[in-house]
């Protein structure tokens, strides 16, 4: 009743009503009134979209005063100290490492600027999920950083807010907010598919409502303590949740919720196959894992099982786990307690709806809020997973998740209070395990019918989409606070849990060989795989790592050891492996190995433990060791080609495990391993197992033939040259073993930088960093420069000629190359082989141009290594084992004889072993020396261990099995010659039979290790071993024992080859180790020859018996023998050499041949320039040869004049241009504007000046006369350029014919006949034909007479008179005429039609005309705006004017000028007065406003042509008189009244001398005198006094303006005249350019005299009075009426000098750019655009591909580019600092005129670092634009289909 009365008063009144109710101290009836009024207003009822009930709160909240003047009362008592702004995805945002704690850290743009961040390390970055500004929170960022405001504390003096202000709000808002409660809960259904949709419904209805809540945020901290006590209060919560006993409505709705809250997924499923829908069991009973099984699939899910890739699932059953985690409470059904839990609930159901989100984020800054929020979230976070792991839209809810976690974990405060309270660490560990356990199978590695071992199935949904890192960044982010990782590392349980994780993905994703066909179905699930390892496993192990640094962690590292050792254990038993691998397969993922090694590296690296205490038994090594040895063995196969039926993904594997984001956690550890066990194992049984692993062992052997059963022949020699890299990687990579953090990244920099140059941020991204930010070296600290700096020369960005530009690179110093250049870590860190080559050729090209060495391929340089760390000296005994010895010994006798399959790169690696192991010898025990027990069968090759001394061993004789057909056989026949007294004392090493056997070797050891107490065993298994070879079952047995005669040491055969290598038989003389002594230096580079002798000087110097046996050896000269044979093979290398040499010859013949070839061509291509040069040879009338202009044709290649019949034609490109228009009158080029006050004026363009200057005209006088006067073009006008290539027009169309066939992608379209010249492939859209002719034409042409200037005037006058003569219908006038239509298409209609009526002949005429002034005028441009530099410049190469003007003038000759108007006579006779016409018609344009280039054009182009040069001579003269008879009345119109008056008297008195006619003052005054008879000509400029009346003119000042006003005139007469006629520009210095014009035209004596200033007055010549002729053009003037007079002076003072185009001038930093451009919103559609751009010619701002700014279905940037730039259009992207270029139909990216710090462009902004501008791209870009060269220059050029 009461609520009634209320609610039909006005709001205002009520609210102030109630509130005072309310203030009173008994406020009873108050608030029963306002409860009953919020009762009937917020009725969840009534359709939320109903806004009444939002208004009412609004109001009640208020109280009296407005809500807009209540927001600003409560904003006055914000005592926030945070920033807090939360953005979502896109928001442009700041983070700044030098000032950030946490990495997570960002600011928004303000408090960015207003802080001081110079010299900083930060970037800007585009939010991917959303953030919040940490500004102000010390928790998460250093104080320094904070911006101004938020750096005062603000929050201290804010005084308290008054009690009555917030009371209103603390009564109305729990309402509102279970107003928004209940509506959310009667909304939701259970996700059906039909009800998907729904819930938008529901929250797009509730959006006012949140951004009610979200507006109330923004108040300040006063608001936010008020909502925070409301949404934490939990005896409001209880009284509201319910609702009253009596609504039904409300209890209905409870019930709604209750039940979601049940189906929330708390309860247990059996097998998800077994049946569609769940059935609820008690959760207690199945322990938390079963009730994490509770993902309840809906029936539609089920259906959904058979994934993509459904073969694979197919077969591999899903597994469930049913052991008991830690603690079910946490998958437990949740209770809420306050609003807070049930909106965060209802945020989860609805998948993190965006303004929710925010809301919620918007009240962090409270701290009460904050903490209470967080537990929160925490108890919801296996809610959230099932949610997730359910969601369609899994993507975007993951980033809106992260948006949140982000802002609660990065605070360590934070994160260790809810890791105490609410076991966060026990929770998410256990809710990972949760979500991996949906995904699990069987593992097929090993044993795969018995195995036990489960893991993470690589193609499930959940893998492949990354549904899983929202979990694993929120882990990962609470590990890198201190204080949680310790708690981890402390809680044993825990530990053991995660190991448990972690081998889920040991073994995932298994590879098997594929062997007979190509697999059918290349499965792309590796990425996943990558991907889970990196994210999953390795980024938490580098956050634990970080926290193991030191002494006093020690005790945590042996706990994962441990539990790693464990962990594998329990791995190796569940998948059944004991000692031998299964065959043909191969996993590239083991976390477990990679734990283990990671923090036994760190131990012994950081915190000084001792190794052995680490590591387990003998024979748990020796299994650790075998799983990442078969990964290394896999990689050489997966080279060598044995993978090739598995597809591309499986080399798509290889490179990813070496790639840089990928190798310090998957190839290094595993290296690391292996180098571990290796210092640990018997250094035999290693090497064993390595030949074994890489199965080569049947090749080594002494004899020439072999069956290998496991290789083909081509792979064996990859397999072995991977085998001996590994081996050479694994004995001297020292990254785990000793090297500092400095040394690695050094040499880590240098291995990218050799490979080649690089871009600061490429190796910011190669060089691998442990993926956790906070270790070590952060890319981008100091070390990280200052190591750049040290290693590298930086090379500024140049623009190369192609036209790609290149950025600021990185390249090795000299000294790097010399001394450390490592071509093992090159290999190591190599995607593609082809970098090692690449490499290798920048090592040899430094090599040859310091002249270290000039001849052959150098080979790899060999590396001095850091000294091993103690703990692992153990690896060095690897390269002191006599297996090694015999392969090694093996290998060089092997190369020496050429047996087949050794290489260049086994030698290499050979002596790099045999290098490794002199230069890190074994500290022996003595006892070792006496010589071995007899049983040792195969230490008869080697009395001991240490290669030092094995070196000089000579081995006699070697017992082989060899197959039946080897020729060893055949000459074993004879005995062996024992008679010698070597062989006596090795006869007993005869009968043993010296075999070697490296199976047998590995079966041994291994069992010597298992029985170790019964040793009679293994003296029993040892004989037999020896002689009988192992044979694998099934082969043919038909090899045969045979004893080969050798007498070899290392030492002899090094040396034999030597010999072989440099093919001198005695290449080294027996003193040459003397010689060596003197420079020892020699030898750290070079080919194999120096390799050779470095080691052996090495061999010498440490030990005297080494240094006696190679003088011995060297003494003895002998050829390379075959055993016991002449050898053919000898002869062989011979003969091959020989074949080498000649086949080199013969190559270098022909690739001399074809370079001349190739000269030839381009000086022949260089010449092919516009003909009329050939024609302007000097030809005296002497030698004038009957001969005809010569053409070549590109595409035929015949060369011969061009006929009317078969015309021949130059290929060009037209396009329209509207360069000329862009032309200022300043030479400053205007600024872009970057603030609201400055703007851009187009109106002082020459485009805008000539369009207003024509329209005036036509206003006044008769339009056919006005199109006469001026020329257009300026805008639109059509540029014609060719290549200079010449072709037949036939030829040209069968040409076009095949272009249109061919299906090929083209960057250009050849229905619009656009194609690329034949030869030079330069881009062109149409051909002019070449005008047929005779040279001698050409010279009678020239011959200059002496003709008097009044009979040259009337033959011009009888010239003009002659029809128009239509020209016989040829193929050649055809072609004419389809060019000038191709010249109109090319240009817009509006650009053509000025006239009254368009497609009028005179409207046709002023374009043609116009086109020839368009190309001059471009041309002088292009020569800088002058003539001075004369010749022909670049532009001139391309000009075609001569060719262009006969088409032109062909088309012209069609018009007859009408002898009544025609200009002439007005030129050159003093007509008697006609009547001036009769009234209706039109005065015609008085000739002082005509423009007389463009006269000069007509009357050429109109004339019969060819045009004798005395003709044309005369005409420039007469115009020239007008020329400059309009300069003095321009120049007069700018004096002040008196100055007219004095130069008026003045020069009367000159009016009799003898010259008054070429005297200016004399004509002058006249001009004033003629122009004064009408008052009104120059009283329009006395109101506003000129420019120049404060300074007087002198006669210096006048004779510079009027030249500087004939200057244009006479250029462009200049340059006519050298098109036409041929004639040189001469250069001129600028100040005498007007002096060399009028010499080269004619008009002056060519030498005048030095002493006199030049006069502009002495080049006129008058063929009638000068005085009448002027009184008869200014009377035209001053007889037009009286109101035409003050327009009529604007067109007499017209301004011809402009300066050369610009394009906008840019500031330097891109931010001033960024920051006005990309918030500012489109003026058309006043929306801010999601890409803006802005055009760089005339600033104006655009949308790239917006719709909303669609004209006639084009996008905004096309259409912009049509009319500023007549289809050329350059924008610059603000939001990613590059510039696209539109030309016409197609568009191309240009790049980035703005660089970083190093010379870097950064498209997109990924990066975000600060950008400048560099101006030498800039002006590049400029060039291009005013030369019209974008076509050719830029090559990637694609349609845009007016999409842009």
């Known amino acids: 009743m009461m609520a009634a009365l209320l609610l039909r008063r006005d709001k205002k009144s009520t609210a102030a009503h109630l509130k005072s109710d309310l203030n009173r101290t008994d406020n009873s009836s108050g608030v029963r009134q306002l409860q009953e009024l919020l009762d009937s207003v917020l009725n969840p009822e009534k359709p939320p979209a109903d806004t009444e009930a939002l208004d009412w709160c609004k109001c009640l909240i208020a109280g009296e005063e407005g809500f807009e003047e209540f927001c600003k009362t409560v904003r006055s008592y914000d005592n926030a100290t945070l920033c807090g702004l939360v953005w979502t995805a896109n928001f442009v945002a700041y983070r700044c490492r030098t000032c950030g704690i946490s990495p997570c850290m960002s600011l928004c743009a303000e408090c960015f600027n207003n802080g001081d961040h110079t010299g900083h390390d930060f970037n800007m970055f585009r939010s991917q999920a959303g953030g919040a500004c940490d500004c102000g929170d010390s928790n998460v960022m250093r104080e320094t950083g904070f911006c101004r405001r938020h750096r005062l504390r603000t929050g201290e003096n804010v005084p308290s807010v008054p009690r009555d202000l917030l009371l209103m709000s603390e009564m109305v808002l729990p309402r509102f907010i279970i107003c928004i409660i209940q509506y959310l809960r009667d909304g939701y259904t259970e996700p059906d598919t039909s009800a998907e949709r729904d819930l938008q419904k529901v929250l797009q209805q509730l959006e006012p409502q949140i951004t009610f809540l979200e507006e109330l945020t923004k108040m300040g901290g006063a608001m936010r303590t008020v909502l925070t006590k409301i949404l934490t209060n939990q005896q409001t919560f209880k009284d509201l949740s319910m609702g009253q006993e009596e609504n039904v409505f409300a209890k209905k709705n409870y019930e709604n919720y209750l039940s979601a809250l049940k189906n929330s997924g708390l309860v247990s499923v059996e097998e998800k196959a077994q049946t569609g829908a769940a059935e609820p069991t008690q959760g207690s009973e199945t322990g938390a894992l079963g009730l994490l099984g509770a993902a309840a699939p809906s029936s539609s899910e089920s259906n959904k099982e058979e994934d993509q890739d459904g073969q694979s699932i197919g077969q591999r059953k899903r597994v469930k786990l049913s052991s008991s985690t830690k603690d079910p409470s946490i998958m437990d059904s949740l209770k809420h307690k306050c609003f807070l839990e049930e909106l965060l609930f209802w945020t989860i159901k609805y998948e993190f709806p965006q303004k929710m989100v925010t809301f919620l984020l918007n009240m962090l800054p409270d701290q009460d809020y904050k903490i209470t929020f967080t537990k929160t979230f925490v108890q919801h976070y296996a809610f959230i997973m099932k949610t997730l792991m359910k969601s369609q839209e899994s993507d975007t809810m993951s980033n809106r998740i992260v948006h949140i976690s982000v802002q609660l974990f990065s605070n360590e405060d934070l994160a260790r209070h809810v890791t105490e309270e609410c076991q966060l660490l026990d929770i998410m560990v256990t809710v990972l395990l949760y979500m991996m356990e949906s995904c699990l199978i069987k593992s097929e590695l090993q044993d795969e019918e018995n195995s036990r071992h489960v893991v993470v199935n690589c193609s499930e949904a959940l893998l492949k989409n990354n549904t899983y890192w929202p979990l694993v960044s929120d882990f990962i982010n609470i590990l890198s606070h201190q204080s949680v990782a310790k708690k981890f590392l402390e809680d044993h349980s825990l530990l053991m849990l995660w190991m448990s994780f972690v081998s889920f993905f040991q073994g995932m994703n298994l590879n098997k060989r594929e062997l007979s066909e190509h697999v059918e179905f290349e499965s792309q699930t590796y990425y996943a795989a990558f991907a889970a390892e990196l994210e999953a496993c390795a980024q938490p192990m580098w956050g634990l790592l970080t926290h193991c640094k030191v002494k006093e962690t020690q005790e945590y590292t042996k706990t994962v050891v441990r539990y790693c050792l464990e962990t594998l254990q329990i791995w190796f038993d569940a998948i059944g492996f004991v000692d031998e691998l299964a065959p043909n397969q191969v996993t590239f993922h083991l976390p477990l190995h990679r734990y283990y090694a990671m923090f036994l590296s760190k131990a012994v690296k950081c915190q000084g433990l001792d190794l052995e205490s680490l590591l387990p038994d003998q024979e748990m090594l020796m299994r650790i060791m075998v799983h990442p040895l078969q990964i290394q063995a896999s990689l050489s196969e997966i080279h060598s080609n044995m993978w090739v039926r598995n597809g591309l993904q499986i080399k798509g594997q290889a490179m990813t495990y070496v790639q840089s984001h990928f190798c310090n956690s998957m190839i290094d550890p595993d290296i690391f391993l292996l180098q571990v066990c290796a210092s640990r194992l018997d250094p035999d049984y290693f090497i064993s197992s390595v030949f074994e692993r890489f199965k080569v062992v049947d090749l080594l052997t002494m004899a020439s033939v072999h069956q290998n059963t496991a290789l083909d022949g081509e792979q064996e020699r990859p397999m072995l040259e991977g085998a001996l890299t590994f081996l050479v990687i694994l004995s001297s990579l020292r990254i785990h073993l000793g090297m500092a953090d400095d040394e690695i990244l050094r040499a880590e920099m240098v291995s990218q930088l050799c490979m080649n140059d690089r871009t600061h941020s490429s190796l910011l991204d190669l060089i691998p960093e442990n993926p956790n930010p906070k270790s070590g070296i952060v890319p981008g600290s100091c070390s990280f420069e200052e190591m750049l700096s040290a290693v590298a020369d930086f090379k500024a960005p140049v623009f190369e000629l192609g036209g790609s530009m290149q950025q600021g690179m990185y390249t090795p110093k000299a000294e790097v190359w010399e001394k450390e250049f490592d071509p093992i870590m090159v290999i190591l860190r190599t995607v593609y082989r082809r970098d090692v080559q690449s490499a290798m050729d920048r090592y040899s090209a430094f090599l040859k141009q310091s002249g270290m060495h000039t001849t052959g391929n150098p080979w790899p340089p060999y590396k001095e290594r850091t000294p091993l760390h103690p703990c692992y000296k153990g690896l060095d005994r690897l390269l002191h084992c006599k297996t090694l010895h015999i392969v090694i010994f093996t290998l060089l006798y092997k190369i020496w004889l050429d047996h087949s399959n050794m290489s260049e790169h086994v030698l290499c690696m050979v002596l790099y072993l045999i290098e490794l192991g002199l230069d890190n010898q074994v500290e022996e025990d003595k006892g070792d020396e006496e010589p071995c027990i007899e049983e040792h069968c195969h230490d008869s090759w080697f009395p001991g261990t240490n290669l030092l001394s094995n070196l000089h061993h000579v081995i006699n004789y070697v017992r082989v099995r060899v197959p039946e057909t080897a020729p060893e056989v055949k000459r074993e026949r004879e005995p062996p010659a024992s008679t010698s007294a070597e062989a006596s004392n090795f006869g007993q090493n005869v009968r043993e039979a010296q075999v070697f056997s490296l199976v047998a070797e590995r079966r041994r050891k291994f069992q010597e290790i298992i029985n170790r107490s019964s040793t009679e065993a293994s003296q029993a298994v040892r004989p037999k071993s020896s002689s009988t070879r192992w044979v694998p079952p099934g082969t043919p047995p038909q090899l045969v024992t045979e004893i080969l005669e050798i007498h070899e040491s290392m030492l002899s055969l ?118 009329d040069t050939e024609a302007a040879m000097d030809l005296g009338a002497s030698e004038v040869k009957e001969s005809e202009v010569l053409y070549d044709c590109v595409i035929c290649g015949q060369s011969g004049p061009s006929t009317e019949d078969r015309p021949t034609g130059l290929v060009v490109l037209l396009q329209a241009s509207s360069v000329l228009g862009h032309r200022c009158k300043s030479d400053e080029a205007k600024k872009l504007p970057t603030t609201d006050e400055e703007r851009i004026y187009p109106a002082d363009t020459c485009g805008a000046a000539h369009d207003v200057r024509l329209a005036l005209m036509q206003s006044f006088f008769k339009d056919s006369s006005c199109l006469q006067s001026v020329s257009i073009g300026w805008d639109g006008g059509v540029y014609v350029q060719t290549c200079g290539h010449t072709l037949h027009i036939d030829c040209h169309k069968s040409y076009m014919e095949s272009l249109r066939n061919d299906q090929v992608m083209q960057g250009f379209s050849v229905d619009k006949g656009e194609f690329t010249c034949p030869l030079c492939r330069q881009f062109a859209n149409s051909v002019l034909p070449c005008r047929p002719g005779r040279s001698t034409e050409v010279v009678s042409w020239h011959m200059p007479s002496n003709k008097k200037t009044s009979v040259l005037v009337k033959e011009v006058e009888d010239l003009q008179e002659q029809l128009g003569f239509f020209p016989t219908e040829s193929n050649l006038s055809k072609e004419m005429e389809l060019v000038i239509k191709d010249i109109k298409n090319t240009t817009q209609r509006k650009y053509m039609d000025y006239g009254k009526n368009p497609g009028s002949p005179d409207n046709d005429f002023l374009f043609m005309y116009s086109v020839a002034r368009t190309n001059l005028e471009l041309e002088l441009v292009h020569r800088g705006g002058n003539l001075c530099s004369g010749g022909a410049s670049g532009a001139a190469k391309r000009s075609c004017l001569n060719q262009l003007f006969h088409v032109l003038a062909m088309h012209m000759r069609l018009y007859s000028i009408d002898s009544a108007y025609n200009p002439w006579t007005r030129l050159t006779q003093v007509a008697p007065s006609r009547d001036n016409c009769l009234d209706d018609e039109r005065p015609e344009v008085p000739m002082l406003f005509r423009d007389c280039p463009s006269l000069l054009i007509i009357f050429v182009l109109t004339m019969p042509q060819p045009l004798r040069k005395e003709h044309f001579i005369c005409l420039v003269r007469m115009l020239y008189n007008l020329q400059y008879t309009q300069a003095l009345a321009a120049l007069s119109a700018k004096f002040s009244p008196e100055e007219r008056q004095a130069w008026s008297t003045s020069g009367t008195l000159k009016k009799n001398a003898f010259n008054a006619e070429k005297s200016y003052e004399a004509l002058l005054s006249h001009v004033i005198t003629e122009l004064s008879k009408v008052k009104t000509v120059y009283d329009v400029n006395t109101d506003e006094p000129s420019m120049l009346s404060s300074s007087v003119w002198s006669p210096q000042s006048i004779e510079y303006s009027l030249q500087q006003f004939c200057l244009p005139y006479l250029r462009l007469s200049c340059l006519l005249q050298h098109h036409l006629y041929g004639d040189n520009l001469s250069g001129c210095p600028e100040e005498e350019e007007f002096s060399g014009l009028a010499g080269c035209l004619g008009l002056l004596d060519p030498a005048p005299q030095p002493s006199n200033p030049m006069y502009s007055a002495s080049c006129l010549d008058w063929t009638v009075s000068a005085f009448d002729l002027m009184s008869q053009w200014c009377s035209e003037v001053t007889g037009l009426a009286d109101t035409q007079a003050e327009k009529s002076m604007t067109l007499l003072v017209q301004d011809l000098q402009w300066a050369s185009p610009h394009l906008l001038h840019l500031p330097d930093n891109y931010n001033t750019i960024f920051q006005y451009y990309h918030k500012k919103a489109c003026t058309a559609c006043k929306k801010v655009p999601k890409d803006p751009a802005l055009c760089l010619v005339c600033g104006t701002f655009v949308c790239l591909k917006g719709l909303c700014c669609k004209q006639h279905g084009i996008c905004e940037c096309v259409w912009h580019s049509q009319h500023c730039g007549a289809a050329t259009g350059i924008f610059l992207l603000i939001n990613a600092s590059v510039i696209i270029i539109i030309r016409g139909h197609r568009f191309c990216l240009w790049g980035s005129v703005y660089l970083d710090a190093h010379g870097e462009e950064d498209r997109d902004l990924r990066r975000g670092k600060p950008l400048f501008l560099c101006v030498e791209r800039y002006r590049v870009l400029e060039q291009q634009w005013v030369s019209h060269t974008f076509d050719h220059i830029n090559k990637r050029w694609g349609p845009h289909y007016n999409g842009l």
């Open 1054 to 1171: 090094l040396i034999k080859l030597h010999q072989k290598l440099s093919a001198k038989q005695n290449s080294l003389s027996a003193t040459w180790l003397e010689d060596m002594d003197a420079n020892p230096n020699r030898h750290a580079h070079g080919d194999g020859i120096t390799a050779i002798e470095r080691i052996l000087t090495k061999a010498a110097t440490r030990s005297h018996q080494s240094k006696r046996s190679i003088q011995e050896i060297c003494g003895k000269v002998f050829p390379p023998v075959a055993p016991k044979k002449n050898s053919p093979t000898a002869k062989k290398t011979m003969d091959k050499e020989e074949r080498r040499q000649r086949a080199r010859e013969r190559q270098q013949k022909l690739l001399a041949e074809f370079a001349s070839r190739q000269k030839s061509f381009m000086e022949t291509a260089m010449d092919v320039e516009s003909p």
